[in-house]
């Protein structure tokens, strides 16, 4: 009972550890440098990202990178590949894979939006492998903490991960503090267990900023690891303070 009791903790613990590397290589590579260019990573922090994202997600960036610029140029529109306006955010919170599926396999989708993200000879070989990625990632797990553990630990990272996902794109755009005018809600709960992703209203205010804690109490992990990659030359923020975007609209203080 207790070697049970051990082994559930073990693989719970090494989930979220999993989980957590993963949403800092969405947030800070994907999401702030890649989509937005609100800083840029060393060559060495972009393999190292590149290399967690396939291992954890599977994810395609250029892919990844598409969709959400499509989200931004269309939020709550038609044409927004997610939007809990249009589709409800229940809807949005169960099938954000599938609606990010449709999107990222429409080959416009990724031709119009991530042109400057060419496929690379790295893409070819191994980064746009999404299914060797995701089995070489669970492989290592079994092989480090055994396949009880392992196994286990790939379930709870899978599930955590794109529960995490979708709650931004579904409850952060419908519940959550709006010190701005945007459709988007800031959520600290969820951004402790995102990487910083939960503080969207504010991302949506000021999409190039790489940082999305706006005030003394919002805290963004993400943000944390940019300023110690940063402290040692592996990453270069474009913008030295947070810039709203012209139509934001502070709503409160
Ligand atoms: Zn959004
Ligand atoms: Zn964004």
Same mark, same amino acid.
């Given at each position: 009972m207790l070697n049970v009791v051990k082994i559930l903790l073990l693989a719970v613990l090494v989930g979220f550890s999993v989980t957590t590397l993963a949403n800092l290589g969405t947030t800070v590579y994907m999401h702030r440098a890649l989509a937005h260019k609100a800083l840029t990573l060393h060559p060495l922090a972009v393999f190292c990202a590149r290399l967690t994202i396939w291992l954890s997600t599977g994810i395609r960036p250029r892919q990844w990178v598409a969709v959400h610029r %499509?989200?931004?140029?269309?939020?709550?529109?038609? &044409?927004?590949?997610?939007?809990?306006?249009?589709?409800?955010w229940k809807n949005v919170q169960m099938r954000n894979v599938v609606l990010y599926r449709i999107s990222a396999n429409d080959p416009q989708t990724v031709e119009r939006y991530a042109k400057d993200l060419p496929?690379? #000879?790295? $893409? %070819?070989?191994?980064? $746009? #492998?999404? /299914?060797? &990625?995701? &089995?070489? &990632?669970?492989?290592l797990l079994v092989f480090v903490f055994g396949p009880m553990v392992g196994l286990l630990a790939a379930v709870v990272h899978l599930n955590v991960y794109l529960a995490g996902s979708a709650a931004v794109n579904a409850i952060a755009h419908h519940f959550g503090r709006k010190p701005y005018a945007n459709g988007a809600g800031n959520l600290q709960w969820l951004a402790l267990l995102t990487a910083g992703e939960g503080l969207h209203n504010n991302h949506h205010a000021a999409p190039t900023s790489a940082r999305l804690s706006h005030r003394w109490y919002e805290l963004d992990p993400g943000w944390w690891l940019i300023r110690v990659l940063s402290s040692? %030359? /592996? !990453?270069?923020? #474009? /913008? !030295? @303070?947070?810039?709203? %975007?012209?139509?934001?609209?502070?709503? @409160?203080?």
């Open positions: %499509k989200h931004h140029a269309f939020t709550d529109q038609e &044409g927004d590949p997610h939007s809990p306006v249009l589709l409800g496929q690379t #000879r790295l $893409d %070819k070989i191994f980064f $746009d #492998r999404a /299914l060797v &990625g995701l &089995g070489l &990632g669970v492989a040692v %030359k /592996l !990453a270069k923020v #474009r /913008l !030295a @303070t947070v810039r709203l %975007k012209p139509s934001a609209h502070r709503v @409160t203080v």
